[in-house]
């Protein structure tokens, strides 16, 4: 079955630690996403990228950085850097459906910061 | 800058009935689109159902309608003969205009979550 596999599910990380959240798809869909959910908020866009080798910052993207070198996988590194990490990550790519760009998304990987 | 109010944290519905979730955004652009999104306790996002704004009807998706009011900017989702398995948080989302391909940028409400009472 097609669909976006993101692992892992769950993760600690220790403060100061950077860590990558592997995000893997198999729709042959060009666009990928990566996406933040903090609790009582919706979601808000870290990077994108619509092809290999190129990627482009969300509206939060600082603290975070991605690499785009297959068109399969679109990791995401959360660095030292980000202040705030404990959070719900959420990976997606696009594809043309009922006359809109439709985001398929996966099901999330948990970061908590101990 | 866009914004989408999402005004009710919780609802509860019985089975069988239908439901509103209620969805209002706030854009100075002429080109837009809308989406609902479900996602489970699962945590993955499921889209429902879109509606660009220059769509004359509102859109339909099986049990899934949205309630397009574009002069009050109000994307309502209806669902009619509601099920335990819609328990889930509901999400309305806009585009904003320049999105393309590759790009699409969307502005998300804080949610609802609704519950399906047996």
């Known amino acids: 079955d097609g669909g976006i596999t993101q692992s892992p599910k769950y993760l600690f990380r220790k403060e100061g630690q950077n860590v990558t959240l592997s995000c893997e798809q198999n729709l042959n869909h060009d666009a990928m996403y990566w996406y933040r959910q903090d609790p009582g908020q919706g979601l808000r866009l870290i990077y994108y990228s619509q092809i290999v080798n190129d990627f482009q910052k969300g509206d939060i993207a600082e603290g975070y950085s991605v690499s785009r070198e297959k068109k399969e996988s679109f990791p995401l590194t959360v660095t030292s850097a980000q202040k705030n990490p404990t959070a719900f990550y959420l990976c997606?790519?696009?594809?043309?459906?009922?006359?809109?760009?439709?985001?398929?998304f996966g099901a999330g990987s948990r970061l908590t910061v101990l | 800058a866009q914004k989408i109010t999402q005004t009710q944290p919780g609802m509860f519905v019985q089975e069988k009935e239908a439901v509103t979730l209620d969805c209002t955004y706030d854009?100075?652009?002429?080109?837009?689109?809308l989406f609902w999104y479900k996602q489970p306790s699962s945590g993955e996002m499921i889209f429902l159902i879109y509606?660009?704004?220059?769509?004359?009807q509102n859109a339909t998706e099986g049990r899934y309608s949205l309630n397009f009011q574009k002069a009050r900017k109000s994307a309502n989702l209806v669902i009619s003969a509601s099920q335990l398995g819609d328990s889930a948080m509901y999400f309305c989302a806009m585009r904003e205009e320049g999105s393309n391909f590759g790009n699409e940028k969307l502005t998300f409400g804080t949610g609802t979550r609704l519950t399906i009472i047996p």
């Open positions: 509606q660009g704004s220059y769509d004359e």
């Open positions: 854009t100075s652009d002429q080109s837009y689109g």
């Open positions: 997606a790519s696009s594809i043309w459906e009922s006359g809109a760009n439709v985001l398929t």
